[in-house]
């Protein structure tokens, strides 16, 4: 079946820096990526739909300065958190759909960001 | 009101019980339904898609969609200690451009 590959799985990084979350859609061409955030114990919160070539579409309350996404190709997403803070830390998931544009169907394993 | 109620649970069966999670929505342009399993810290992963109403059997899941009542449904037979995950159903107006709305996810535990 396809295969969204997020990476990395797991980072820690200090306050005020950078992080960059890769997604990746292994074998199939993916026009249309989600980027959720989850708290524990609780469902996704989208945050961003990212189509490729074009500017992603954020949701309501989340800063786009904040949590850059970049959709350069069919096959990969980038979500970058720059200035970090210790609020920022979570579970963040990717999601892509292909070009027939049914449903969300494949996920990436997600990324635990720690901001210590 | 959310758009997508679902009882967060935890929900604690014995090994071969039938499971059966529930999701209430009160958007009448959903069309599409799924159904995600999701493990401790990883993503989601689709075990069921079903559009509009009907019955959809894979498996040892059925899931079951009731538009009258806005009501969906997942069963789960002969439950496994493997299917202890978070259960989280989502639904969409269509295709494209729609967002999916996700249900707060129920988890569940099967004691062998």
């Known amino acids: 079946g396809a295969v969204v590959s997020q990476h990395p799985s797991r980072v820690i990084c200090k306050s005020g820096t950078s992080v960059k979350i890769e997604c990746r859609s292994l074998?199939?061409?993916?026009?249309?990526m989600f980027w959720y955030r989850q708290f524990p114990k609780q469902s996704l919160m989208l945050m961003a739909t990212s189509n490729e070539g074009s500017k992603a579409t954020y949701e309501q309350g989340v800063e786009k300065d904040k949590f850059l996404i970049n959709h350069a190709s069919l096959t990969l997403s980038t979500l970058t958190v720059t200035s970090a803070h210790p609020e920022d830390s979570s579970f963040y998931i990717c999601?892509?759909?292909?070009?027939?544009?049914?449903?969300?169907?494949?996920f990436g394993q997600g990324t635990r960001l720690t901001v210590v | 009101q959310k758009e997508v109620e679902q009882d967060p649970g935890p929900l604690s069966v014995p090994e071969g019980a039938i499971v059966s999670l529930n999701c209430t929505y009160s958007n009448s342009a959903f069309q599409y339904f799924m159904w995600y399993r999701q493990y401790s810290r990883k993503g989601p992963e689709l075990l069921m898609y079903?559009?509009?109403?009907g019955n959809k059997e894979d498996g040892r899941f059925t899931a079951q969609v009731d538009k009258s009542s806005k009501y969906i449904s997942l069963f789960i037979r002969d439950s496994q200690p493997s299917d202890s995950a978070t259960y989280l159903c989502a639904m969409s107006e269509d295709t494209g451009g729609f967002k999916t709305i996700f249900g707060a996810g129920t988890r569940l535990f099967v004691k062998a």
């Open positions: 079903t559009y509009s109403s």
């Open positions: 999601s892509a759909r292909d070009r027939s544009g049914n449903t969300e169907a494949f």
């Open positions: 074998d199939f061409q993916a026009t249309t």
